[in-house]
Structure formats: C-alpha cells, structure tokens
C-alpha cells in the first residue's frame, strides 16, 4: 500500500513559473526523497533530504520536510517543458533493517510552452 | 549505457500462462529491488536482495510469484499462472551498500499485459 498522498494530483502550469507539490506520510523516516518518472526515461532520483534536515536545493529545486507534520514540498523554479513528468516523494523507514522505498501517489506535472 | 537494464521491456500474455522477467542491475550493486506500479499510483515494493540472499518479501508478492538473483548479479522475477490483476509495470532497481544506498536507481521496467 502507498505509504502517502501527493498534493495535487495534477498541476498545470506555464513555461517560467513554479511549480509546487506537496507530500504527506505516515511513519518515521530515515530520508524522504523525490524521483519523476516520464515515458522516455523511467524512475529517476532527484532529491534526498534527512530526517534531520529541514531544507534542501538541487539547482532549480528546492525540498522542504517538516517532521511534526509528516509533510514535504518540492518546489521546481522556473520550469520548462522538459519538467513535464510525474513526481513522486519516497520515503526510507526506519526500523526496516535495509532502504525500503515506500512512494506516494504521485503529482502529474504538465509544463505548456 | 551501465544503467540498470531489463528485459523484455513489453510482455503480452494470457491468463494462466508464467511469464519471467530479468533485471541486470548497475555491476558493483550489491542490493537489488522489485517494484510492481500500476497505472496511476506509485511503485510498491515486492521484494528485496542483497548480493543473492532475499532478505524481504512484500505480502503483494503472492505464492504465484518468485524472484532469484543467483550468484547476486541478474535477477529474475517469474509469476506462475497469470492473473488479469497481475497487469503492471515491474520495475527493479539497484544500489550500492557503499554509497549507503540512499539512490536507487531504477531501469526502465518490463509491462506486462495479461489478457
């Protein structure tokens, strides 16, 4: 079963704007982490960010996790229409004894020119 | 391309056929993944390897279905008398215990279709 829910589910946005998703999960973490998934190029790592960490930045994107909430956004700036993918957030439990990715429902992001 | 690999990359087949896929994993990888995604959701974990020993098994991965990694390279995932429900993207991925496998990298993944 998915560990979480994505937020929106789809978003539609213009070439230059940003892009904001959010996630939300349920157990304690190790790590979260962000991946996109497109038809040309499967599943691919964007991000990890620490249960101890706060923020984190990647060139155009910027990851946040609040812990107490149980929450984490993922913020693309100035996208492009190669940003156009599905994103989904993984989280890395703790307590499972090796890295067991549990993934949200993910966000459909489509960037128009 | 040292990326993970997988074959086939598409499989049609009827109900009640076995169907077996393989992933060959990025070559120093010492941990090895299974991912069944259906459309719409994210993947969901079935079942993990660490060199050959397969160290967990999701309650997805029915008594229909067996993964291998003999000699802890390739992996085979093979699922016996097909079921419609077993229509899926299976994607594998692999990481390295010295990069503390925080990165999975993912292949492409097999489709399969089970008419």
Redesign the interface.
């Known amino acids: 079963?998915?560990q979480g829910e994505e937020d929106p589910q789809a978003l539609s946005i213009q070439e230059g704007e940003n892009a904001t998703m959010n996630c939300s999960y349920k157990t304690s973490i190790n790590?979260l982490?962000w991946?996109r998934q497109n038809s040309g190029r499967?599943?691919?790592?964007l991000i990890?960010i620490r249960s101890n960490e706060r923020e984190k930045h990647s060139g155009r994107l910027r990851v946040t996790l609040d812990t107490s909430k149980k929450s984490s956004s993922l913020l693309i700036t100035a996208s492009r229409a190669a940003d156009t993918a599905s994103y989904?957030c993984?989280t890395?439990q703790m307590n499972?004894?090796?890295?067991?990715?549990?993934?949200?429902?993910?966000t459909r992001l489509l960037v128009s020119p | 391309d040292t990326g993970v690999s997988q074959d086939p990359r598409h499989k049609i087949t009827k109900r009640g056929q076995n169907v077996t896929f393989r992933c060959d994993p990025i070559s120093e990888h010492n941990r090895l993944y299974w991912y069944r995604q259906t459309l719409g959701q994210g993947p969901e974990f079935l079942t993990y390897f660490q060199n050959e020993a397969q160290l967990e098994k999701s309650r997805l991965l029915s008594d229909r279905f067996s993964a291998e990694r003999p000699k802890g390279s390739f992996s085979t995932l093979e699922i016996q008398r097909t079921e419609q429900g077993d229509s899926a993207m299976y994607l594998c991925a692999s990481s390295s215990y010295r990069d503390r496998g925080y990165e999975q990298y993912f292949g492409p993944g097999t489709r399969l279709t089970v008419t």
């Open positions: 079963s998915q790590n982490q991946y499967g599943l691919v790592h990890l989904f993984a890395d499972t004894g090796f890295q067991k990715l549990v993934f949200g429902t993910g």
